[in-house]
């Protein structure tokens, strides 16, 4: 079983350049199961989670070709099945996202019900009531969504969600753009991933209005499939969020290249709150360090509020602020399983219900294991500022969504190794 070794202590500085979004490319690549030619896809991330779903495309027949270890070209025009087998669902929860897609274009699936994970039960109810009100026959039958469209296709409604869902959104999105008339989502999730999902349809053949809000409406191709350009990954949000907690807990200058400021406001502000300063350019950000790390409050939420996302990993900079810090997570109701770790390394951290009270001091290099993506993180970066030799093992929770991660952190001078034990 691998593990990352980290020797912690040392300042850090450089460059780190971000990948491509791996939440983008999960609905972008169910996408290519509604077009009509072949679909080319630039700037993915090299992450587990997207071979997986290439995994599921091709289980269905789909054909998918990597150009390079970034690119892929998919022709969903042989697939020649519609089962989404738990065998392969059971490793990525978002592999819901081909159930839209499959529904419109054929009519009728299969796919495994995707099982909650550790951060909580993740029902896929909202989804499941909207595509029903698009006139869909949902069943649960040995742990598979049974699925079925009317003859002539999903016809357009009003969809109004009673809370706010990204993946949700986004099978919502995909199924109505092949369906008889418009379809309006009211309460639509808003993250740049789903802007970018949104647009990429757009230019495809089918008209969406109120990109960006939270109001879409999706003027449905009545079957006709979409014709899509080539496609380059946004960058991601996320791992450009934590690499700026890298260097904010080192308290390290250093750049990250290839993101989109515009995305990270959210995260900016608070690290600002925490008494970091930046340079901002066009795709680049710089942080500078802090005179003192101050405490904060965080609250989760939606887009463009702060990103539950990037919860674990400002808790780890909370540890070692000047003061007492408060966490309050609203998306999730287990994504608290950091704390436990962290506390094995010294961190004074509280918990009641969702809120965690953190009051910094100093943290100790120990043997922890990861829990969940972005809980491994944390545990990183808390092992880059403990002083001696920190062990993160199950690290193929990271695998899931950082790209080269030991290769970016070595890059920025951390003395980090990929063992196995
Ligand atoms: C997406 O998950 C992301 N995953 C998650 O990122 C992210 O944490 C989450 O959105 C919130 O931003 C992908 O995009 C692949 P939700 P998703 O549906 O779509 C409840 C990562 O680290 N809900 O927006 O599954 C749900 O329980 C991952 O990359 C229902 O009740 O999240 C949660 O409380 C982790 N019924 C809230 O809504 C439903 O039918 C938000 O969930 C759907 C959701």
Redesign the pocket.
């Known amino acids: 079983m691998e593990y990352l070794k980290i020797i912690g202590g040392s300042k850090l500085s450089g460059k780190v350049a971000i990948s491509g979004a791996?939440?983008a490319a999960?609905p972008i690549i169910a996408l290519s199961i509604i077009s009509k030619n072949n679909t080319e896809i630039s700037n993915l991330p090299d992450v587990a989670d997207i071979k997986t779903l290439i995994e599921l495309l091709r289980n269905l027949g789909a054909k998918v070709n990597f150009k390079d270890s970034h690119s892929i070209d998919i022709d969903t025009n042989d697939i020649n099945s519609t089962k989404a087998i738990y065998n392969i669902v059971r490793k990525m929860?978002?592999s819901i996202l081909v159930l839209g897609p499959l529904l419109a274009r054929f009519g009728h699936c299969e796919v495994s019900l995707p099982g909650g994970c550790a951060?909580?039960?993740?029902?896929?109810?909202?989804?499941i009531q909207a595509l029903k009100k698009m006139g869909a026959t949902i069943e649960v039958k040995d742990g598979y969504l049974v699925a079925k469209a009317p003859k002539n296709g999903l016809n357009g409604t009003t969809i109004n969600f009673d809370?706010?869902?990204?993946?949700?959104t986004e099978n919502i999105v995909m199924a109505a753009a092949l369906a008889n008339g418009i379809t309006k989502i009211i309460n639509a999730?808003k993250?740049p991933?789903i802007t970018a999902l949104c647009e990429v349809i757009n230019q495809s053949g089918v008209k969406i209005e109120g990109i960006g809000t939270d109001e879409l409406t999706i003027h449905g191709s009545s079957g006709k499939l979409l014709e899509i350009d080539k496609i380059d990954v946004i960058p991601d949000r996320?791992e450009a969020g934590t690499y700026l907690c890298v260097g904010a807990i080192t308290n390290s200058k250093i750049t990250i290249t290839n993101c989109d400021p515009n995305h990270l406001d959210a995260v900016i502000a608070k690290l600002e709150d925490m008494g970091f300063s930046f340079k901002i350019e066009d795709d680049k950000i710089t942080i500078l360090p802090a005179k003192t790390i101050k405490p904060t409050k965080i609250v989760t939420t939606?887009y463009p509020g702060f990103?539950?996302?990037m919860q674990a990993q400002f808790m780890a900079i909370c540890c070692i602020a000047d003061g007492v810090s408060i966490v309050e997570e609203r998306?999730?109701e287990n994504r608290f399983m950091h704390v436990s770790e962290l506390s094995r390394m010294g961190a004074d951290i509280k918990l009641n219900g969702h809120i965690a009270t953190i009051t910094g001091g100093k943290l100790s290099s120990a043997d922890v294991m990861a829990t969940d993506?972005?809980a491994s993180s944390a545990l990183v970066m808390a092992g880059l500022v403990s002083e001696g030799q920190t062990n993160v093992r199950r690290i193929y929770h990271l695998d899931r969504?950082y790209e080269k991660l030991e290769e970016k952190l070595k890059n920025l001078g951390a003395n980090v190794e990929r063992l196995s034990e």
Do not use: M, Q, S, Y
Request: aromatic share 4%; no cysteine.
């Open positions: 791996k939440n999960l929860r978002a951060i909580g039960a993740r029902p896929i109810d909202l989804h809370k706010i869902t990204v993946t949700g999730a993250e991933e996320i939606e990103p539950t996302d998306l999730f993506l972005r969504g």
